[in-house]
């Protein structure tokens, strides 16, 4: 008898059998193919976790789940305002974004004293915060183009957006991603427009306190001819006649009145401190930063230690530090 003619001879037992019976005799089978399927089964799932964990990026290295937008922040200073950037990194290093990627990086020319080749040398290794153009010293000259003419060669890569901010400014962070997160990720121009009264930001330019381009704008400063024809003159102003002759910016925003100038410090551009600030500009002596953090209470995640003791105070006798 040959295998076909014994197949169909226990083929044909097997069906002549009870149902009962014909369970009980499969159940044998049906075990043993179960138990094979579950040790391949738990042979692919420990080989799927061995490849996970030595290929597959951890939440350590993994962007944060919660970032929708880069942002580069240029503070426009001098090399030799040592105090100012100490600072200044004093008070954006206590800040953050949950919802942005935020860096901070002062800008300045060339250096030209050999102290400042030394001292800021030490600056880069500690904090690599610093952006040295290749440019002399200048106001209304060229350092503005410069600044984001320069970006899309120097940097190790792109942002969302870019900011010009003054070193005579204090910007809140948190508030300034969620304004943004808003706007267009193209052919933006963000700040506060002037004069003063208007609301209108597609007339005249934005403040110099504070203004912020995308990166298709500021790779746009590189290539196009309008702006390096017309790079002499009041710089924040130049920025905007550029966009206007090159029909740019068709995206464009005023975060009035979140960003203004110290009170009574500038006319019509300042008014009293806001709980939803931006930005405050024109911070030209201790007592005004002063009153600025202390309104913003930006100590106040400060914790009990037994290492130190500060009290009220103390913090009076520094209102003219």
């Known amino acids: 008898m040959n295998f076909t003619s014994k197949v169909f001879v226990h083929l044909n037992i097997y069906l002549k059998m009870p149902r009962r019976r014909r369970i ?40 944060h789940p919660q970032i929708q937008f880069s942002l580069l922040i240029g503070i426009l200073t001098r090399a030799d305002f040592y105090d100012r950037r100490h600072f200044l990194r004093l008070v954006y ?19 030209t004293k050999p102290e400042q080749r030394t001292l800021i040398s030490l600056e880069i290794l500690r904090y690599n915060d610093i952006i ?58 963000y700040g506060f427009v002037i004069p003063c009264p208007s609301m209108n930001p597609f007339v005249h330019y934005m403040s110099g306190m504070g203004f912020v381009l995308s990166w298709d704008l ?31 910016a068709r995206n464009r925003f005023s975060s009035k009145p979140a960003m203004y100038d110290y009170p009574g410090t500038n006319g019509r551009c300042s008014h009293d401190l806001i709980p939803d600030t931006i930005a405050v500009h ?37 209102k003219f530090f």
Not at 235 to 246: A, F, I, Q, S, Y
Not at 282 to 305: A, C, E, I, M, P
Request: glycine share 4%.
């Open 24 to 63: 009980l005799a499969t159940l044998p089978s049906l075990a043993i193919i179960i138990i094979i399927a579950f040790i391949l089964f738990n042979i692919y799932v420990k080989s799927q976790s061995k490849f996970t964990s030595n290929n597959a990026p951890t939440l350590c290295d993994s962007p």
């Open 132 to 189: 040295i153009l290749n440019c002399s010293e200048n106001m209304n000259n060229g350092k503005t183009f410069t600044y984001f003419s320069s970006l899309s060669k120097i940097l190790p890569h792109r942002y969302d957006y870019v900011m010009k901010a003054d070193d005579d400014v204090y910007l809140r962070l948190a508030p300034l991603a969620l304004s943004l997160s808003v706007q267009p990720r193209s052919d933006l121009y």
């Open 282 to 318: 024109r911070l030209k002596r201790w007592d005004q930063w002063l009153n600025v953090l202390t309104y913003f209470n930006v100590t106040g995640q400060l914790q009990q230690s037994k290492l130190y003791t500060i009290g009220l105070h103390l913090q009076q006798d520094l």
């Open 93 to 111: 290093g206590i800040q953050s974004s949950p919802i942005a990627k935020i860096d901070v990086k002062f800008v300045f020319c060339n250096l």
């Open 218 to 248: 500021v790779e746009w400063i590189k290539e196009s001819e309008i702006p390096k024809k017309d790079i002499i003159g009041p710089e924040d102003r130049l920025v905007g006649k550029w966009l206007n002759m090159g029909n740019k």
